[in-house]
């Protein structure tokens, strides 16, 4: 199980910090990925990060404003999102993979999502 948080209203060039926060053993063992979906469109990657923590990518869009990064001891992965644009605006979730470097169709187990508003 997953569960999100971190979300909120910010103003655009502001920051917020998303955390998902996994129950179980195994959460070391797997890929955690970013996802999010506008009102009205359909939801699409935003980034991931492997078990390792070796490998993380990222959407062209948000390359270079966020990072991700994840702490195995606390079960959790972290979004950071820097100089938000109102573009950005989604409810984010986040999901897992076994897989070492997965695709975004290889993501399941999916949160309840945390919105981010950024206002103009």
């Known amino acids: 199980q997953l569960v999100e948080s971190g979300g909120g209203l910010v103003q655009a060039g502001g920051s917020l910090k998303l955390s998902c926060v996994g129950s179980?053993?195994?959460?070391?063992?797997?890929?955690i990925g970013w996802f999010r979906q506008a009102a009205g469109k359909e939801r699409e990657f935003v980034g991931a990060?492997?078990?390792?923590?070796?490998?993380?990518y990222y959407r062209d869009s948000v390359n270079g404003r966020f990072m991700i990064s994840r702490d195995n001891a606390k079960n959790t992965v972290y979004l950071q999102m820097n100089s938000l644009k109102p573009e950005d605006t989604a409810v984010y979730y986040c999901?897992?993979?076994?897989?070492?470097?997965?695709?975004?169709?290889?993501?399941?187990?999916w949160g309840q999502g945390t919105q981010v508003t950024v206002s103009s």
């Open positions: 179980g053993r195994t959460f070391k063992d797997y890929a």
């Open positions: 990060i492997s078990y390792t923590g070796e490998s993380i």
């Open positions: 999901a897992a993979s076994p897989e070492l470097v997965p695709r975004p169709a290889d993501f399941g187990f």
